[in-house]
């Protein structure tokens, strides 16, 4: 890695100009004035403890997503599929939280619930994930498009469950599922804020990446993702690295799960995922594939998201959708810079995932065509 | 089930199959090419807000041409980010999806502040084939349709004469087999993806505009529900072929058809159900296409090997 690359330099910095340019023609396009703009964004983010724990709270489920994605991505297994291990783990420690309920009769102390609740999240999740790995595995089917069909899926069983056996016994507005009890809530880690205890799990989750990444595993996975033959000699075999990186961004989807419906809403709903998905994955990318950077990436995208609903109010025009817009154009940015960067990101050039089985590169194309 | 619910059903198949038809015959160019647009989901819905923003200005047709050419417009800027600075294709693709998805919501916020009823325009009016729109079943199935049916089926029938005997559409074939090989008999390597993602990228948006401007008339954020996933999932269930890829959109088309139509039937499923079917069956036939083309992989690398 050259860090004085000078052509990486010019082109980090055209991002950066470009995002600022894109986002103030759309502020303008609106009819508002653009440092209006910036203040009610920076307000947004800033103005009270309040606004500011609620950026800790969005950047969790979007950086737990993209930390476990980082095997994935480093052996250049693309699963877009948090979205809907979201949703089962919510589902699993939903109905976990409240099977507890009903055994211990209401009278468990917080921590079972918690770990009940993470645990049960975890295997939705998980489960939810080795589902498109085992696909991947046995048939090469596209693990990008089974993912993205069984989000779908996944919201589907959402909407039956909240409508049937998990849903509130109250007449609610929107579908919805009882309210945890009061013990299985995550308490609160900044007083007068939703910040809750949760976020120290992004730490612990980014401190492990952190040492992992040094550990031979990472190594195995950033050899499989451009030299599938040579990793097969060091012990990383095909089936091996798909169902243990994509059974980890599961697990770490479905521990969201369970912290947005215990940490943040108090309830199963149907917005338990708030659009994660790509969310995760540009994050993830954005923050190089390296722990650090994806907790900063987490926290720019969360406050990015609440900037913008600040902007929404200051200046009255401009929809809060602008923030998806902004992402957008930075993930391509992110996109461009890493071509030309010869860190872990760019080993992605290389290993496109093979859309079908014939561009593959296993030992089976030995004899095909050459 | 009464004889007019199935009519009913089967109209709507065809109608809801158009859509699919014009942006999975752009993909099958793009992945004949050897290529593949991850970007389809966000070009189809900047098409629906185009085609319903420029008709409601200047009629279905403007907004059809709109739409296209707002995907055309995206899809140059891929090219550009993708063979010019090398970004990663998968990356550059699912990052036009939550552009396209994003600004899309933006813009018709923009248009259409929360609170204001939405627009509603005047969709492509259907062809009027006269006596034969009168025959029992055939007729309101195959004759009463929208005008955009009959050019899926015209696009049908183009692309395959273009793959099959043009000399676009056997460069298209060599570039996507073997860049190398192509690139030594003359092929212009470069130049071709290139076209071919062109030509995905406006039929993706001619595909979202045809979903409001064709049926509904007006747009609603995340009106294309994954649309251009089912597609990227008909075209590899297809084999990128335009007859495969049109029976392909037509099983999604009839599933998603049965959701809408499936309050009217006896059967007591839950809704869920019918609205997951069509996502469901996509990914099973393709778990069937991937497995079926794992198998003749094996087969032509053994027998190689024997011989």
Request: charged share 10%; glycine share 12%.
């Amino acid at each position: 890695m050259t860090a004085f690359d000078r052509r990486r330099w010019v082109l980090t910095a055209s991002v950066v100009v470009a995002v600022i340019v894109v986002a103030a023609a759309l502020i303008v396009f609106a009819g508002a004035d653009p440092l209006v703009g910036i203040q009610g964004l920076v307000e947004g983010v800033s103005s009270s403890p309040y606004r500011i724990g609620e950026v800790l709270v969005g950047a969790v489920p979007v950086g737990i997503v993209a930390l476990t994605l980082i095997p994935a991505l480093r052996a250049g297994v693309f699963s877009v599929g948090a979205e809907g291990q979201i949703v089962v783990g919510a589902i699993a420690a939903t109905a976990a939280v409240f099977a507890v309920e009903s055994v211990t009769g209401g009278a468990a102390p917080g921590i079972l619930y918690w770990l009940v609740g993470l645990l049960a999240g975890s295997a939705g999740g998980g489960a939810m994930a080795l589902l498109p790995a085992f696909l991947a595995v046995r048939w090469r089917v596209n693990e990008i498009l089974s993912t993205l069909l069984l989000n779908y899926l996944a919201a589907g069983l959402l909407g039956w469950t909240l409508r049937t056996w998990l849903a509130s016994p109250d007449e609610t507005a929107t579908p919805q599922s009882a309210k945890l009890p009061e013990a299985a809530a995550l308490p609160s880690l900044l007083p007068g804020t939703r910040a809750h205890w949760g976020i120290l799990l992004v730490i612990v989750i980014a401190v492990a990446f952190f040492l992992w990444r040094r550990s031979a595993a990472s190594t195995r996975l950033t050899v499989f993702a451009s030299r599938p033959k040579l990793a097969l000699r060091l012990g990383a075999t095909r089936s091996r690295t798909i169902y243990s990186t994509m059974l980890v961004s599961g697990v770490g989807a479905g521990i969201v799960g369970w912290i947005q419906v215990a940490g943040v809403n108090e309830r199963l709903l149907n917005s338990v995922t708030g659009g994660v998905g790509f969310s995760g994955l540009a994050v993830a990318l954005l923050g190089g594939l390296a722990p650090i950077g994806i907790v900063l990436a987490a926290l720019f995208f969360s406050a990015l998201t609440a900037g913008a609903v600040g902007m929404q109010s200051a200046t009255g025009t401009v929809p809060s959708s602008i923030a998806e817009v902004i992402k957008g154009v930075l993930l391509i940015g992110v996109a461009c810079i890493a071509a030309y960067q010869r860190t872990a990101v760019a080993a992605l050039a290389p290993a496109a995932a093979p859309i079908d089985a014939e561009h593959d590169t296993e030992p089976a194309h030995e004899g095909g065509r050459s | 089930m009464s004889v007019e619910l199935w009519v009913a059903i089967l109209a709507g198949t065809l109608a809801l199959a158009a859509p699919l038809v014009f942006a999975g015959i752009g993909e099958g160019f793009v992945e004949r090419a050897g290529r593949i647009n991850l970007g389809i989901e966000g070009m189809m819905i900047m098409g629906a807000f185009t085609g319903v923003w420029a008709g409601s200005l200047g009629g279905p047709l403007v907004g059809l041409v709109a739409g296209a050419g707002v995907g055309l417009v995206m899809a140059v800027g891929m090219n550009l980010v993708i063979h010019r600075l090398h970004a990663n294709e998968i990356v550059v693709g699912l990052a036009v999806t939550m552009l396209g998805l994003g600004l899309s919501t933006y813009l018709f916020q923009l248009w259409i502040p929360s609170g204001e009823t939405n627009v509603t325009v005047q969709t492509v009016p259907r062809a009027d084939l006269g006596p034969l729109t009168d025959i029992p079943v055939i007729g309101p199935v195959l004759f009463g349709q929208s005008p955009l049916v009959y050019a899926a089926a015209v696009l049908l029938v183009a692309a395959w004469a273009v793959t099959r005997f043009t000399r676009f559409g056997l460069a298209v074939q060599a570039v996507g087999s073997d860049p190398d090989a192509a690139a030594l008999r003359g092929v212009r390597v470069q130049r071709t993806g290139a076209s071919a993602l062109l030509i995905g990228g406006a039929l993706a948006g001619l595909g979202g505009a045809a979903i409001t401007v064709g049926t509904i008339g007006s747009f609603t954020p995340d009106i294309t529900a994954g649309r251009g996933y089912i597609v990227l999932a008909v075209v590899i269930m297809g084999r990128s072929r335009p007859v495969g890829i049109a029976l392909g959109a037509l099983l999604f088309a009839f599933l998603q058809s049965f959701a809408l139509l499936s309050q009217s039937t006896a059967l007591t499923l839950p809704s869920e159900v019918y609205q997951s079917a069509p996502y469901l069956v996509t990914l099973v036939v393709l778990v069937i296409t991937s497995r079926r083309q794992l198998r003749r992989l094996y087969r032509s690398t053994t027998g190689r090997a024997a011989t």
